[in-house]
């Protein structure tokens, strides 16, 4: 979609990343990520469950340390200059972090005192940005009487409290419904707009990351696979594509043989009963896969056409779509339980 670019335009990073590692043990949760984000820039990490996005925000906003690599936010090295970095961003953590039992206000008032404001700051402050995020009406209200989008409404005004010039946003729209979603990605628009704010967010929505993102990293098992803008990433892929659904994953092996033996077909990827067909010119590698599967009696339940999406480019680099890859990481970490609790 297009929209009105607010990216520096003479390069200026607001994040610098070379190499970042975060090691557990054996494991390794981050294997080297290196990207820049310009100043002004709305940057997404798009990555399904346990690719190493929280790991990644918890290193830039100086929670956790990384086992190697350097990094620098707002000018600042993350490791050694811990304060500096602390003082120029502000964070929306994906775990919720407000008090049920104070209002609104009370929580930005504490967060407030706490990054040391006065008290005429405070104030004025509080007033802007609970207009900004629309919840004036809301500031005296209990957060436990509070919606999931009010939540995170608050959780970003008060990341905003202390002027940053970064901000942090990880997985800000997870289990809110699609229109609660969208208004929070408008807010995030508005400010990156208003206020210049570099904003460097992670999702596990490809639309989000479309909607939203100047740039978008695609992180897959701790590795960023690709990096550009949606745009890019769409037309690198070099064609439309076709989805076909056979009956079982046997049937799906078989017409892949065939199809790949078809002139203008660039590429083709299996998963389980789904091919995907990568192609230039859709209508003629169409007729040409249904006269094959026709002639080796293979049936097609399903059969679609469509113009690259994000999804599409997450399935070239990935070799699977993000929803997949959610499902093998629940595995493992239920493979995990299972073998501690024997
Ligand atoms: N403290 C820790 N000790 C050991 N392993 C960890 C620790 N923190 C995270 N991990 C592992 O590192 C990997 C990356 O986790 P991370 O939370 O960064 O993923 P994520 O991309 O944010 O996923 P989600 O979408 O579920 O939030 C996961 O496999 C996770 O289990
Ligand atoms: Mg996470």
Known sequence: MARIRNVAKKSRYAIEVSNLVKQYGDFKAV????????????????????????????????????TSGV????????????????????????????????????????????????????????????EMVELTDKADILIENYSGGMKRRLEI??????????????????GLDAQTRRHILDYILNLNKRYKLTVFITTHYIEEADYLCDRVAIIDHGTIVACDTPEKLKSGLNGDSITITLADKS??????????????????????????????????????????????RIEVLNIEIHKPSLEDVFIHYTGKGIREAEAEQNDRMRAMVRSRMR
């Not at 602390?86 to 209002?103: A, E, H, M, N, Y």
């Not at 005004?157 to 997870?174: H, M, Q, S, Y």
């Open 31 to 66: 294997k080297g990520v290196s990207f820049k984000v310009k100043e002004g820039e709305i940057f997404g990490f798009l990555g399904p469950n346990g690719a190493g996005k929280t790991t990644t925000v918890h290193m830039l906003t100086t929670i956790i340390p990384p």
């Open 71 to 130: 990094a620098k936010v707002a000018g600042h090295n993350i490791y050694e200059r811990r304060e500096d970095v602390r003082s120029k961003i502000g964070v929306v953590f994906q775990d919720p972090s407000l008090d049920d039992k104070l209002t609104g206000a009370e929580n930005l008032n504490f967060h407030a005192m706490i990054y040391g404001m006065d008290r005429e700051n405070r104030r004025a402050m509080i007033k802007e940005m609970l």
């Open 157 to 174: 005004a008060r990341g905003l409290l202390n002027k940053p010039k970064v901000l942090f946003l990880d997985e800000p729209t997870i």
């Open 251 to 296: 049937s799906a092996s078989a017409l892949s043989k065939y199809i790949r033996k078809i002139k203008k077909i660039r590429d083709v990827k299996q998963n389980e009963a789904v091919l995907y067909v990568y192609v230039n010119d859709p209508a003629s590698a169409l007729a040409s896969i249904m006269r094959a599967a026709y002639e080796e």
